[in-house]
């Protein structure tokens, strides 16, 4: 062995005692043992316990991460890819690295087993919820700075929450609560720096905002690295049986590196993206170099100046408005520049990471669409050619003006239209419901139809089915359970239901859907996009304390963003959406009132109480932000109906289902069977 690989396995070997050598008291307790260990405390009313395990479980998810990236990175630096490359050293450092993390992390937290988390879990820690049972078990502690402190940073995520904005309100009036005890525990160094640095420059504190915007920078590429570290982990392999697996090991070798650099080549996005929002801040990192070259120039600092104005041309070259100030800058020095080096090469890494994915997306068959990361908010000039402020702009600063998924100018649309069928009755109109194109209907369905209907409910809905088999898709205080159309025809020719019932589901969606199309006086054929029966039943004993949204706001067809008061039309949002309906079967159980909400998902316009046989009706769009309150005791039940007005996105199991009520109609050979494949997925 050479001097150069034996200093290698010594520094190895160093690492793995002074990891193996911690005591087993320092090895970490896996967070979701704890949090689960906190909720069963919650819900037995022992609060202490509750602010100990769940404050354990938060810090043990932190050190979790924390542990992660350093034992990468160290793992990385000491055993790096050199000169002399091969096949075998590729391997070897391959190998190296494994160990020297394995022993890292291991030496540290235990058995790395022992820390691997459900995704329900990973979720629940992602959507801040166990700051929700922080706040509730500080209240009733008489913490109310502890309380505010968790509330706050659960809004923070969570802006849609309607009582938990109340709760916030209460807390400042409390006494011991200041101002000071609303922080975000959870907010990140680089977005923290960065918003001050914005409000420093909005005063027109240039100084105060340059230190902070160059703070900014450099936690934003510490995060990088750390961001970049923990994808560096197992991959999912989506869509292989690893027991079928049989590429080549450099196909395999192939497919897991191109995972890791696709996470990584992502971490711009999770880096832009504040909390609780699907989409991140437009133009993010480049808007740090332009912040930083009009505020320099204010201090008369040009050369500072001129290097922030290259660099953001690094991301918009040749945009018109940076191009003017850099000759400025170039003038008034009497000399060029140079952008900062560590945006040039944080750019060069980026494409030459798109060319590999691109290389790997077309090798490997798996389709790959670069972001939109660095879109151009436009120039800001004035007669010097000078930035000339903020002429609050910069309030707009994280969605462009140019963001070309924004939903389309509102139309000329109609509404109060035939009702279709004698017996329907409108309650209220769009006036009333303080909104446009929205409509509730009573007496859609009769006493004995919602019966017939709730029994079939009883009789094939299953837990989640409909959303990706998950029991408690929007809430985990409600035990959720749906069904298909089809899926209620097939039970019926299986003899597991009457198949007067199956039919009753399939009319009464038809007549929903001919009253949605009369009453807003649609030109063209409304098409179902998704039909869905479906209950939400309150779990006993987790209704004490809720406070959370049976289904929380949101908007059926693009992404609601209450913060910028926008909702963008672009996916996951289920863009091809018009019109949406809910049929209620039942009124008797409490809470579940039907909510419309202003676009800042706070204000709400309007709150229906379901009963059997009325039906809310409305177009799909960010005009009708909705949601459902927790239903706290008893069953909902309701026919949630999406429609659209594209043929395209007709809903195939629809299609399925008509064909088999043509053949039951016109020919009834039931006998001859039915070809039914169920897709229970929305």
Known sequence: MDGRRAAAAAAAWSALLLCVALPAAARLQPYDVLYGDAVQAFYG????????????????????????????????????????????????????????????????????????????????FNRRIPYNFLQLAYQKLKQPDKAASAAHTYFQANPEHVEMGQNLEQYKHMEGVTEDHFVDREARPHQRSFTAAVRSYDRGDYDGAIALFEDALQEYYKADVECRALCQGPQRFEGHDHVRYRYSLHEVVSDHFTQVLHCEHECVRDLATRPGRLSPMENYLPLHYDYLQFAYFQVDRLEEALQCGLAYLLFHEGEEFMTDNVDYYREALGHDGEPREKAAWYLRRHKQELDLLLMGSKIMGVEFTEGNYWSSTGGREDSNR???????????????????????????????????????????????????????????????????????????????????????????????????????????????????????????????????????QLNATLHFSYTHLVCRTAIAGQQEHRNDLSHPIHADNCLLDPEANECWKEPPAYTYRDYSALLYLNGDFEGGEFIFTEMDAKTITASVKPRCGRMVGFSSGGENPHGVKAVTSGQRCAVALWFTLDPLFREMERLQADEVIHTLDTQSVWSQGLNINPRDEL
């Open 45 to 124: 009313g022992d609060h202490r316990s509750v602010v100990r395990l769940m404050e354990g479980a938060l810090g043990s998810r932190r050190e979790l991460r924390r542990t992660k990236a350093r034992c990468r990175l160290r793992c990385q630096d000491r055993h790096p890819f050199d000169d002399a490359f091969s096949d075998l050293r590729f391997f070897d450092v391959v190998l190296r690295r494994a160990a020297c993390v394995n022993a890292c992390v291991e030496g540290k937290l235990g058995a790395q087993s022992a820390h691997r988390v459900s995704e329900d879990v990973v979720q629940d």
């Open 386 to 520: 000078i930035p000339s402020g903020t002429d609050g702009w910069m309030e707009y600063v994280p969605i462009s003006e140019k963001k070309t998924a924004a939903v389309a100018p509102p139309q000329a649309f109609k509404e109060g239209g035939s009702l279709v069928y004698d017996s329907v009755r409108l309650a209220h109109d769009s006036a009333a419901l303080n909104g446009s194109r929205r409509v509730v209907l009573d007496h859609v369905l009769s006493e004995e139809q919602c019966a017939e209907l709730r029994s079939l409910a009883h009789a094939v809905t299953l837990a989640g089915d409909g959303y990706r088999g998950r029991t408690s898709p929007h809430t985990p205080n409600e035990k959720f359970e749906g069904a298909t159309v089809l899926k209620t025809l097939q039970y019926g020719y299986e003899g597991r239901v009457p198949m007067q019932s199956a039919r009753l589901f399939y009319d009464s969606s038809e007549r929903a859907r001919r009253i949605i199309e009369s009453y807003f």
